[in-house]
């Protein structure tokens, strides 16, 4: 066998792979021979089938199966030696005067080279790394709906601008009947919840959907349409009263203080201030990493430049799938992908470059991390470290779960070297700002 490769560019090759008779007729040889074995042919006694018919029958067949594992094997193992990293799988070229009679063949293949560049990570311009803090606003927003899940319910006979009002949401049309719990709060602009004031049990106040609710997700919930739907959705729906509710505020006292984080964690409100801030940051900072990640990532695409061996991955991606596309739908698949196929190239050499590949250890302290966590929730504080490692001996025994965590850790891994290598700033913000400049 002969492997040879003529490289068309930077990005694009054809290995020609050269298969001899005695390359594959000693294997081919040996199947037949257990063929004859087994082989079931009328007049023939099993074992007897004369050699010649059973070639005549099976040995195409035989040849085309055991060239084609050749070839695989061959071209695998050549690509691994000379350790050229593809994109994608080789392509065979078509051979439509192929001879089979013949005694030797010869094959080609064409390659998609991944292209050789830098990732630069100290861009010019700098990033922003949000640091999102919790202010007094949102603290005492926080602690009034605490108030509020602790506190009592009373009863009322009309609604008031702090009421909870529970009813139906009706429309014939649309099949919408959906009893539901609203405040006033919720609702969009100054004359929906004015239709509300002094309403009493059993009133039916008529409402139109569009602009009804400051939030197209709250509309959904409340008449329970489907997502789609709720967006852009103009019809009037009647809501009728079956219930008005006030809730009266819990005291601010070692009692509450309690039932929130455990006896005596807390034992003022100045305490519990702290106490929300810290963990609402907490949980703040994860998004802040995230939108870092997600700007990086975005930079990096932008501003790490190569070409793509684009015609052969369009070629590839036509005979990739379980069904094969048309040349025109390759075309439109390489255009949605190409993006991401270009970052998974960068991160990649940023992980070879920066050795952040994940160790097998790094994985089980992870896993057991996790475990604690799950299991501090259910109340074990104290875990022995068998019961961890007998539980995470069983999660990373499941490939998909080894894979998930992977790709966190990895994650993990990227981000630290964007905070310590890229160029970043940091700048404080509101939860309610950064809400608002990024996800309205």
Known sequence: ?????????????????????????????????????????????????????????????????????????????????????????????????????????????????????????????????????????????????????????????????????????????????????????????????????????????SLKTKGLFNNDHDLMNALKVPHDDAHGLEIEVNFTITEINERELADLDQELFDKLFGEGKVTSVTELKDKIKEDSEKQFSQQGDQKLLNDVTESLIENTKFDLPSTFLQKWMQTAGEEEMTEEQAKEEYEKSEKSMRYQLIEGKLIQDHKLQVQFDELKAYSMDMIKVQMAQFGQMNPSDKELEDIAARILSNQDEVKRMSEQLVSQKLLNLYKTEANIKTKDITYDDFVKEFYS
Do not use: C
Request: hydrophobic share 40%.
């Open 1 to 205: 066998m002969n492997i040879t490769r003529e490289n068309i560019d930077a990005l694009n090759a054809v290995v020609t792979v050269d298969i001899a008779k005695e390359d594959y007729s000693d294997k081919v040889e040996k199947i037949l021979v257990d063929y004859r074995k087994s082989a079931n042919i009328p007049g023939f006694r099993k074992g007897h089938v004369p050699m010649g018919m059973v070639k005549k029958q099976y040995g195409k067949a035989v040849l085309v199966d055991e060239v084609n594992k050749l070839l695989q094997d061959a071209l695998g193992k050549y690509l691994v030696e000379e350790k050229l990293d593809v994109l994608g799988n080789p392509l065979p070229k078509a051979q439509d005067d192929l001879d089979w009679d013949a005694e030797a063949f010869s094959f080609e293949f064409e390659l998609g080279l991944a292209p050789e560049f830098d990732v630069e990570l100290k861009g010019k311009k700098a990033i922003t790394h949000y640091n999102i803090v919790a202010d007094d606003k949102m603290i005492d927003d926080q602690i009034v709906n605490i108030q509020k899940q602790y506190g009592k319910i009373v009863s009322q006979t009309e609604v008031t601008k702090d009421s909870e009002i529970i009813g139906t949401f009706t429309n014939e049309e649309k099949e919408i009947d959906n009893s539901t719990m609203i405040t006033l709060d919720k609702l969009k602009g100054k004359t929906n919840p004015k239709k509300f004031i002094g309403a009493k049990v059993g009133d039916v106040i």
